[in-house]
């Protein structure tokens, strides 16, 4: 079945440093990939999302390209803030279903 | 937009009590999803209704729990009776189409059963 795996954290970073969270995926098709947001005490929110191989997703700084070929989606950031501090899911969908990664804490110091 | 709407925000009560979570998904769309989220096991898909109709309920721990959604804009997850092991955050999530799509969360409702 479908599956994400993300990479493990917590992250620590200071301002304006370089944020990099992984995420590889296993699905039959050709599944939309995600990234949510949850900030503290909140739900989730979409950050970005691609549905096809190759497209960019884009969100306040923040990027990831669907890469089938080696079946990746990989969150990135050039600068992050301390309001960037939250739990970042990786998830795909091929139907209906959203498949989660774990999460990524991450805690953005200033 | 509203958003999804979830009621209570937070909720605590006793061990056997009965609990009603509710949820108002956005208006116009005709999927609607119940998740689970805790610390051991994440974020867990509990059922799924498309067009008022539940899908998918292979996710729903036992017979404790059950949900309906008697219209397009509203549904409810009731557990009877609450037991401690069900303390969780509960987020209702909608979409507007059925594959593939965005889905979008309300803020949750936080449960303590004691």
């Known amino acids: 079945g479908d599956s994400v795996t993300q990479m493990e954290g917590p992250v620590t970073l200071s301002e304006e440093a370089f944020l990099t969270i992984n995420c590889t995926y296993t699905?039959?098709?050709?599944?939309?990939l995600f990234w949510y947001v949850q900030y503290p005490g909140e739900g989730l929110q979409l950050l970005l999302k691609?549905?096809?191989?190759?497209d960019k997703g884009s969100n306040k700084g923040f990027e990831a390209t669907y890469r089938k070929e080696t079946t990746s989606f990989h969150l990135e950031k050039g600068s992050v803030q301390v309001s960037d501090s939250a739990v970042y899911f990786c998830?795909?969908?091929?139907?209906?279903?959203?498949?989660f990664g774990a999460g990524t804490t991450v805690t953005v110091r200033a | 937009d509203a958003g999804v709407i979830q009621s209570p925000r937070h909720e605590v009560t006793e061990m056997g009590q009965e609990v009603t979570l509710r949820c108002k998904p956005i208006?116009?769309?005709?999927?609607l999803f119940w998740y689970r989220q805790t610390m051991m096991r994440g974020l867990e898909l509990l059922i799924y209704?498309?067009?008022?109709?539940?899908?998918?309920d292979s996710g729903m721990p036992e017979d404790r729990f059950s949900a309906k959604m008697p219209n397009a804009s509203f549904s409810t997850l009731k557990i009877q009776p609450s037991e401690p092991r069900d303390s969780a955050v509960y987020f209702c999530?909608?979409?507007?189409?059925?594959?593939?799509?965005?889905?979008?969360f309300g803020p949750g409702t936080r449960l303590l059963v004691l």
């Open positions: 999530a909608s979409s507007p189409e059925r594959t593939k799509e965005t889905q979008y």
């Open positions: 699905a039959t098709g050709y599944p939309s």
């Open positions: 691609a549905t096809k191989a190759d």
């Open positions: 998830a795909l969908t091929s139907d209906y279903k959203l498949s």
């Open positions: 208006s116009g769309h005709n999927s």
């Open positions: 209704f498309n067009n008022n109709v539940p899908i998918d």
